[in-house]
């Protein structure tokens, strides 16, 4: 059963603590995603990657850090730095390729609450 | 740059009735664009896409978008609503680069009433 999973589902943690969400995905993409949801703001992108071993900032990275050593796996470190990290968090991936429009399938999400 | 305008942060219809999200977009490509749906505390599925095609797009569990160039709209339509339709959609653009970034609207909200 192909699809992307993200653990865990609620995360509670105390201000001044870095936090990592797990992403893991089967479906054999390239390209890999994290974005972040408040309400009435839709979804704004925090890192991407399109291949193993490199990734780019989005619109908000500051305050957050991510790695990709395996295809399956984009792992996101919430720091210390970032001022407001409670939100929803969604790990999405997509195939990749030149002037191609491919959706992008998401994760059921974790949400983080820090206080 | 590339951007979408979601017109209603929420709509409600009676149940059995016409479904109507209205999305405006700008892009400086030829976009492709996107609407999905999220019902509360989980992840985005994908209803349907536009890319160039067809204009009328046909998507899952009887919704349909028409891309319209002219008023750079892709308004997401459904005949006959049904309680479980009740979630939020956007309304995505994606600038076709190699990462298919996607640019989202900020959501409408649909309340589906007996």
């Known amino acids: 059963d192909g699809g992307i999973t993200q653990s865990p589902k609620y995360l509670f943690r105390k201000e001044g603590q870095n936090v990592t969400l797990s992403c893991e995905q089967n479906?054999?993409?390239?390209?890999m995603y994290w974005y972040r949801q408040d309400p009435g703001q839709g979804l704004r992108l925090i890192y991407y990657?399109?291949?193993?071993?490199?990734?780019q900032k989005g619109d908000i990275a500051e305050g957050y850090s991510v790695s990709r050593e395996k295809k399956e796996s984009f792992p996101l470190t919430v720091t210390s730095a970032q001022k407001n990290p409670t939100a929803f968090y969604l790990c999405?991936?997509?195939?990749?390729?030149?002037?191609?429009?491919?959706?992008?399938?998401f994760g059921p999400g974790t949400r983080l609450t820090v206080t | 740059a590339q951007s979408v305008t979601q017109l209603d942060s929420h709509v409600s219809v009676s149940e059995g009735t016409p479904v109507l999200l209205r999305c405006n977009y700008s892009?400086?490509?030829?976009?492709?664009l996107f609407w999905y749906v999220q019902h509360p505390n989980k992840g985005l599925q994908l209803l349907l896409k536009?890319?160039?095609?067809?204009?009328l797009v046909k998507g899952i569990n009887g919704f349909e978008a028409e891309f319209k160039k002219s008023e750079t709209s892709f308004h997401l339509t459904k005949p006959s609503a049904h309680m479980s339709d009740a979630a939020e959609y956007f309304c995505?653009?994606?600038?076709?680069?190699?990462?298919?970034?996607?640019?989202f609207g900020t959501g409408t909200r649909l309340q589906v009433t007996l």
């Open positions: 999405a991936s997509s195939k990749t390729g030149t002037g191609a429009f491919y959706e992008q399938y």
């Open positions: 479906l054999n993409h390239d390209a």
């Open positions: 990657s399109q291949i193993v071993n490199d990734f």
């Open positions: 892009s400086s490509y030829s976009p492709s």
């Open positions: 536009y890319t160039s095609a067809a204009t």
């Open positions: 995505v653009v994606s600038d076709g680069g190699t990462a298919s970034k996607l640019t």
